[in-house]
């Protein structure tokens, strides 16, 4: 995807700019349905092989840095076992 060079910088770029995630996937509470590596828009989510504590395959964090912070795994999970914190935004004016 080909990044759009403006010829002036927004106002309000700071304000709209969306700060990277990072996930936290919850090994007690994931039960491997996929939810969130399935509507993942960034693919950040996929499925491991590794076995839950009670026997399901378990979500992964394939690449953090892919993250938008938009949340929609933590909403889309139907057991709340994944979170997403904000982490600060480096801008580089």
Wanted: aromatic share 6%; with cysteine; hydrophobic share 30%.
């Amino acid at each position: 995807m080909a990044k759009t060079k403006l010829w002036r910088k927004p106002f309000d770029a700071a304000q709209k700019t969306t700060a990277p995630g990072k996930v936290l996937i919850d090994r007690e509470r994931c039960k491997g349905c996929g939810f969130c590596t399935e509507f993942c828009p960034t693919g950040a989510l996929k499925m491991s092989d590794e076995i839950g504590p009670k026997g399901y395959l378990l979500a992964r964090v394939e690449d953090e840095s892919k993250c938008l912070n938009c949340g929609l795994c933590e909403i889309i999970c139907p057991e709340f076992g994944v979170h997403v914190i904000p982490q600060k935004n480096e801008s580089k004016d």
